[in-house]
């Protein structure tokens, strides 16, 4: 029986990517409870995270120096930088969402939202807050004022909801393969629906709101043509992987798209004829995964390891001791900083 699971053991590993043994963190941020997110400000002299138990901290990213801690009655959903890192933008499973001034921790705006946020996503100039819980209640909320600007409510569930370019229209859709669409300044309503029929997991417009990817249960990724009402009613390319699709984006010149899902890969396509350019080997489910600022080398996340993909098939691997929740590059992709339900945010020499 020993002889068995030894010899099960070795073909696993040798079945596995090989990898650099993962290195020592930089810097530890030890929290009491598991982490939902992390980020750096915008000059990456602080770190914010948030966990399930309600708190946001905010550390000194140099030498991990607790800077101020504030508190929820209920786990928070997001925890988000504002205004260069001058405040803080968090939500809870309550559907309270705060406005914050980071030095002090104050509250500057808050507000109610019914039900559990699944959006919670400033417009770009970062005057207006876009939310959309998960029952299907949506709200413009003025950073500012406080105001409520629009409200929108889909008639079931969604899984997420976004600015269309021009910022002038809302989008939120569902798994049912429903998109809502909401003109913010005459409030006219409309929906389409995707022509293919499988459980949505996602979508990702392009730049100019021309294009659309789309991932499904079934492990499909398709790209359709758009004019922001309606889609093709055929897609444009198709890939597909062997599990659920956890995620698709886009590359910055719209020529390639990452994917990554329940099969245990992460891959790159080619948006014209969605011809395989590279997969990525995991020893588990993929949860994330992402460009560097040059789109020259890949984060991906598995279990308790953040993968750090260079040109070639053998990764570097960061370990936690628990899921690794997510992961970021800093600016200049010197470093990464990544989250767990092992409690910590750590921080990686790249």
């Known amino acids: 029986m020993l002889r ?4 099960v053991a070795l073909l696993y590993t040798l079945a596995c990517p090989v990898s650099a043994q ?7 941020l030890q929290h009491e409870s598991g982490l939902v997110a992390a980020a750096w400000n915008a000059d990456e002299t602080r770190i914010l995270s948030a966990t399930e138990r309600g708190t946001a901290r905010v550390w000194n990213a140099a030498d991990g120096a607790l800077q101020l801690t504030v508190e929820s009655d209920a786990p928070l959903t997001h925890a988000i930088w504002l205004d260069g890192g001058a405040s803080i933008l968090t939500a809870d499973e309550s559907g309270i969402v705060t406005l914050r001034d980071a030095e002090e921790g104050g509250a500057l705006q808050s507000w109610q939202v019914a039900g559990l946020p699944m959006t ?3 417009n770009a100039a970062e005057t207006r807050l876009l939310v959309f819980a998960r029952g299907g209640a949506g709200a413009i909320l003025d950073l500012e004022s406080g105001a409520q600007i629009a409200s929108f409510e889909a008639p079931e569930a969604i899984l997420e909801a976004g600015w269309s370019a021009g910022e002038r229209e809302v989008r939120a859709w569902s ?3 429903q998109v809502y669409v909401w003109d913010i300044e005459t409030g006219a309503a409309s929906s389409f629906s995707l022509p293919y029929r499988a459980l949505l997991r996602g979508l990702a417009w392009n730049a100019a709101d021309s294009r659309v990817l789309a991932w499904f249960g ?3 990724v398709h790209i359709y043509e758009t004019d922001g009402a309606s889609v093709g009613s055929r897609a444009l390319s198709s890939a597909r992987h062997r599990s659920f699709a956890q995620r698709a984006l886009w590359s910055g ?7 990554w899902a329940a099969d245990d890969t992460a891959r790159v396509w080619e948006v014209d004829g969605m011809r395989s350019l590279r997969v990525l080997q995991h020893e588990d489910w993929v949860i994330g995964a992402r460009w560097d600022p040059a789109e020259a080398r ?11 993909w260079d040109e070639g098939d053998q990764p570097r691997r960061f370990r936690h001791r628990n899921l690794v929740r997510g992961a970021v590059w800093n600016a200049a992709a010197t470093r990464i900083l990544s989250w767990s339900w092992d409690g910590t ?3 990686w020499r790249a």
């Open 298 to 308: 890949l984060l991906s996340w598995s279990h308790v390891y953040v993968y750090l």
């Open 175 to 177: 798994e049912t393969g």
């Open 4 to 7: 068995a699971l030894l010899t």
């Open 218 to 220: 079934n492990g499909v």
């Open 253 to 259: 010149d719209e020529a390639r798209v990452l994917s």
């Open 120 to 122: 919670v996503l400033p």
């Open 22 to 28: 993962s290195p020592e963190a930089e810097l530890v």
């Open 345 to 347: 945010a750590r921080v």
